[in-house]
């Protein structure tokens, strides 16, 4: 197994585990000039999946303008999903009752080596085509694009930052030296919860999306 193969599989355990712990050195040297510079593109990430309704397109602009793979494009890998009953929550977001069919599907989303993302998804197929639907069945097409012609937009739920490389109240304080090492950076970074729905205004998913140390996974512009 090539390299690559072996770092993806290892994230995607430590993902699929809740991440807790795992921390792994990136290419970022541990300046204070560099965290600096890693906090702006964590945040600038953040609004761009905030303000686009599909994270898969996001995604795919993120690793091309980072060059971090040709080319940019972000493919799905479908993870086992354990049979248990759809939150109630979710169903509450959505508008459907207890009764109406809600698949839920969980995936890892790629691009090139790097795991992006960790997204669970569940969603109406009433509320989507029959072709859709075959194809979310079948294939690891990411669910963005399978839906992208409906039109759809995007309501965030909620957006957490899971990890800064920048200290808290680093403003009012002294960032921390330098030192002769690279920036350890953890499984999860970020962590958004959001409603797709149609044009006609229909919910049809909701989607709960992780993303990774990964997304740092590009030499450092300095």
Do not use: K
């Not at 350890?184 to 205004?201: I, K, Q, T, W």
């Amino acid at each position: 197994m090539c390299r690559a193969s072996v770092s993806v599989m290892v994230l995607l355990t430590a993902l699929m585990s809740g991440g807790e712990g795992m921390a792994m050195a990136s290419g970022w040297p541990d300046t204070p000039m560099v965290r600096m510079r890693m906090q702006a593109e964590i945040r600038t990430l953040q609004v761009a999946l905030l303000t686009q309704p599909s994270a898969t397109v996001t995604l795919e602009d993120w690793c091309a303008r980072h060059g971090m793979a040709a080319p940019a494009r972000v493919l799905a890998r479908r993870l086992p999903v354990a049979q248990a009953s759809i939150p109630a929550q979710v169903r509450a977001d959505l508008g459907v009752g207890v009764d109406e069919p809600v698949r839920h599907r969980r995936v890892a989303l790629l691009c090139g080596a790097h795991v992006l993302s960790l997204a669970d998804n569940w969603y109406v197929p009433a509320r989507l085509t029959p072709a859709m639907n075959a194809r979310l069945d079948q294939t690891d097409v990411p669910f963005g694009h399978v839906v992208a012609e409906l039109g759809f937009t995007r309501r965030t739920l909620e957006s957490s930052l899971l990890w800064s490389p920048l200290p808290t109240g680093w403003e009012a304080h002294a960032i921390p030296p330098a030192s002769s090492g690279m920036i350890a950076v953890p499984a999860e970074v970020l962590r958004n919860r959001a409603v797709l729905s149609r044009h006609d205004g229909a919910a049809f998913s909701e989607v709960v999306e992780t993303y990774t140390g990964a997304i740092m996974e590009f030499t450092p512009p300095l």
